[in-house]
């Protein structure tokens, strides 16, 4: 019979050996933390290559201690529980969370702000319609004389008509106002909200399958733009999404189109062109970005450098019996065909794209 011993048995061996080098040969939950963080760890792909690299390191640093007590195995698991908490998909959830906490936050105080404009509204109506009950009654005593009554009646009217059309434009302004809470990005204002880009889009095609007009979709991401908040903070970073809605807004209002925020840094413009005309208009997009000098305020106040920051953009046409989600996936998947081929660059849904002239 053959001495020899499978690879995985023999390296068990030898890491049972050390561990009893430092104490802790005899106690299976501590191999237990040495194999998942030397074995494990490395495969999750919620870590990142720097959390995976910060989780042995501790690990390891506190097993040079070689102190085999309980006290420093519940340290070695809060640092792992710690870790594991603050992984990626957590973080992210996190985020949305946060942020969806700040939209509705943001929206009950728009709601408690309308509400205590209408009851004061209310409360205001009833004293001017005493008021104006008053006047009447006061002109109408004096119907026995007409002439002196048709002018008092027609100076009255027009004092109530000049009111209420005044309050008719405040309630309109008011309507608004509460529309673009409801449908605008809190963040990336004036963009609209993921919400209300579903519902416009499902009507635009909904419009297409009526009169055949065209219908594309523009897909945005800002490239790299990890490393700008890794870079500048976080706050730079919404800075440069800001700056990115107010480039995407400008051309999009020109044109009478739609622009929207889909989710973290990709934007979506949709707009009654054709592909090749919006293929024309993204690289248009693409060339304002890239010559956009961007200067941060980092602490409050101005930098002096500049940053510089670049878009991919995948284009997408609508055809007959799509859905509003499979067009956005098309889109999607244009920009991440650009992401794979050197971003800074437009591509067409199921067309190879091209480096771009510069």
Not at 7 to 22: N, Q, V, Y
Not at 42 to 56: C, L, M, P, R, V
Not at 59 to 78: A, G
Not at 254 to 275: H, I, N, P, Q, T
């Amino acid at each position: 019979m053959s001495n020899d011993c499978p690879s995985d048995s023999c390296a068990i061996k030898k890491l049972c050996s050390e561990m009893h080098k430092i104490g802790c040969g005899s106690k299976p939950s501590w191999l237990a933390v040495v194999l998942f963080v030397r074995n494990l760890v490395g495969n999750f792909s919620i870590f990142t290559d720097e959390q995976k690299s910060a989780i042995q390191r501790t690990v390891f640093s506190r097993l040079s201690r070689k102190d085999s007590s309980d006290n420093n195995f519940d340290q070695i698991i809060d640092d792992l529980e710690m870790f594991i908490a603050s992984n990626q998909v957590t973080v992210s959830a996190e985020d949305e969370l946060e942020s969806q906490k700040n939209i509705t936050s943001s929206l009950a105080m728009v709601v408690n702000e309308f509400i205590s404009e209408s009851l004061s509204s209310e409360q205001e109506r009833g004293k001017l319609l005493s008021t104006f009950g008053r006047e009447t009654l006061e002109v109408l005593s004096e119907a026995d004389d007409l002439e002196a009554l048709r002018p008092k009646l027609k100076v009255l009217l027009k004092s109530m008509l000049l009111h209420y059309k005044e309050k008719a434009k405040d309630w309109e302004r008011k309507a608004r106002f509460l529309e673009q809470t409801v449908n605008v990005d809190p963040l990336l204002a004036p963009l609209h909200n993921r919400r209300y880009l579903e519902s416009y889009l499902r009507n635009a095609i909904e419009q297409n399958q009526v009169d055949n007009s065209p219908l594309s979709v523009l897909m945005l991401d800002i490239d790299n733009f990890k490393e700008v908040n890794d870079t500048y903070g976080h706050q730079v970073g919404d800075d440069v999404l800001r700056t990115l809605a107010k480039i995407i807004s400008a051309h999009s209002e020109k044109y009478g189109w739609f622009a929207a925020r889909y989710g973290g840094d990709e934007l979506v413009v949709v707009c009654a062109v054709s592909v090749d005309e919006a293929l024309l208009h993204s690289d248009a997009i693409r060339l304002a970005v890239q010559n956009y000098e961007f200067k941060p305020r980092i602490n409050g106040k101005l930098a002096d450098g500049s940053i510089r920051f670049t878009v991919s953009i995948g284009v997408a046409g609508y055809q007959l019996g799509m859905s509003s989600d499979e067009l956005l996936n098309c889109a999607d998947k244009a920009m991440y065909d650009v992401k794979g081929t050197g971003k800074n660059n437009v591509a067409q849904f199921g067309v190879i794209s091209v480096e771009p002239e510069w």
